[in-house]
């Protein structure tokens, strides 16, 4: 690894990414100086914010600007994972950066003490991430003078998509448009059926296998009475190789929790070509799982010695995991489970609960009481169900422009997206049917289905309409862009 100072950047010359999957770019890495705190002038703390940016296809001459609002996560994970923009940084002449989300990582703003009470976690929030985001582009634009004339298009996926498209309503001055994948930003109390994330994950499942549908709805009631006694939770230990052995009632109700995670993550990433996002994983990951579960009416340890079977596809497809913990909600390391905890008790308050009879998952209402509880007593705060709506305006966002809310069907998160185009006619609802989480902006594939790529295709066509008019309006066409459709 290579240090240098650019323009007042820091630099990092990286020649490998964090996880497998490589960035199809030369790419550097850089740190900036973020202010911890953008809202007021007694706290003067700094912190290093990771940047991973390439200007491989990029023509210097007011050429666009993708620009990745990092979730919550390693940067990496979604460098390595929106092959979307660097497929088409190429054809668009555009610089490529992924900015990680700050508390994510290794954006940590106390370091190993970011963590340790609220007056240093306190500074985890949207509002200050997307300051983060605007400090950055100017700071871009200032230091490569080139691209003062520069588009920016932001993208995003799950949370990041929520942060692209708020980012547009927030500051619109400082990027062209947004593409927002995935961005459940109507999940919140009083805009949404609490019901419809657990309602799509059933339905996926029972797509693929009726008896794999009531194998996981049966073994709600058979986990709970293996591990009634000490003897039980000793078996489930052993035969679910855990590497912590479950001990009590509260253990047992934490992995059945675990289990209920494990089957939503499965119908977020159910891609159609292998991926290694979330976790190493097959092609259609949920038909290879369902190949475990064949027979529902397996009884209690029979049933569970299949459940075990079926849950090693998510979590040891590669055979190279000793053992599962069932309290590690971080994927890995890939997604910061600690910073994500604090946000969905903070601002991030979306309501998920499983009350319908055909749900696969065990019935359980969504009380906001005990969630406020419950985070006043990890947390110290209690969350502010609403801020996000008036900050950003839930539904009420027509006086917003140029953002696309793309939608995969099979997507749980879809239940909280913006699915209809009724609110302003360049707030754009794709939906994009048989495709899971945030799939448009995966690398292509040799699977992808005819409307996933008639999705693609369009979002293409939808962001050089925004950069021709910010061309056309500030009257500077770069030489080496194109103003016909041939650049598409």
């Not at 475990?292 to 190279?320: C, E, F, M, R, W």
Request: aromatic content about 14%; some cysteine.
């Amino acid at each position: 690894m290579i240090y240098l100072k650019l323009f007042g950047l820091t630099l990092l010359f990286s020649l490998v990414s964090t996880f497998s999957t490589p960035i199809p770019a030369n790419y550097t890495v850089f740190w900036y100086q973020q202010k911890v705190d953008h809202f007021n002038y007694i706290n003067n703390d700094t912190f290093q914010q990771r940047v991973i940016i390439s200007t491989d296809h990029w023509c210097t001459d007011g050429c666009p600007i993708f620009f990745y609002a990092g979730n919550e996560g390693d940067v990496f994970s979604f460098a390595n994972n929106t092959g979307f923009m660097w497929e088409n940084a190429p054809r668009f002449k555009a610089m490529v950066i992924f900015a990680e989300h700050r508390y994510y990582g290794e954006s940590l703003p106390y370091g190993d003490k970011s963590f340790a009470s609220l007056d240093k976690l306190g500074f985890l929030s949207v509002e200050q991430a997307l300051a983060d985001f605007a400090e950055l582009i100017q700071e871009i634009k200032v230091s490569y003078p080139a691209a003062r004339k520069s588009p920016v298009v932001m993208f995003g996926g799950s949370y990041g998509g929520m942060l692209a498209a708020w980012f547009r309503i927030k500051y619109p001055h400082l990027i062209v448009g947004a593409l927002a994948a995935s961005a459940p930003i109507l999940q919140f109390p009083g805009l949404y059926d609490c019901n419809g994330y657990n309602s799509i994950v059933t339905k996926s499942f029972r797509s693929y296998s009726e008896q794999c549908y009531l194998s996981i709805k049966n073994s709600w009631d058979a986990i709970q009475r293996v591990g009634s006694n000490g003897a039980g939770l000793r078996w489930i230990s052993d035969n679910f190789n855990l590497c912590k052995p479950l001990s009590n009632s509260s253990d047992l109700n934490d992995f059945s929790s675990w289990l209920q995670d494990t089957f939503g993550s499965l119908a977020m990433i159910d891609y159609p070509n292998p991926a290694d996002f979330l976790e190493p994983l097959p092609a259609y990951p949920i038909g290879v799982l369902c190949s475990k579960l064949p027979d529902s009416t397996k009884q209690d340890k029979p049933l569970l010695v299949d459940l075990y079977q079926a849950i090693s596809v998510y979590y040891n497809y590669s055979g190279q995991r000793s053992c599962f913990d069932y309290r590690d909600n971080s994927e890995g390391g890939r997604l910061g489970g600690d910073g994500w905890g604090f946000q969905s008790c903070t601002e991030m308050v979306l309501p998920i609960c499983s009350t319908l009879n055909d749900s696969m998952f065990p019935q359980a209402t969504w009380d906001l009481s005990q969630v406020k509880a419950d985070c006043v007593k990890t947390y110290g705060v209690a969350p502010e169900e609403s801020k996000a709506l008036w900050l950003f305006g839930g539904e009420n966002i027509a006086s917003a422009s140029n953002i696309i809310f793309s939608n995969g069907a099979r997507d749980p998160w879809s239940a909280g997206g913006v699915l209809k185009n009724t609110y302003a006619e360049t707030l754009i609802a794709i939906i994009i049917e048989g495709a899971c989480h945030h799939e448009d902006l995966r690398s292509t594939g040799p699977n992808d289905p005819i409307p996933l790529i008639r999705a693609r295709q369009r979002e293409i066509i939808i962001i050089k309409d925004w950069i021709d008019k910010y061309y056309q309006a500030i009257n500077h066409w770069p030489a080496e862009w194109s103003r016909d459709s041939n650049l598409i």
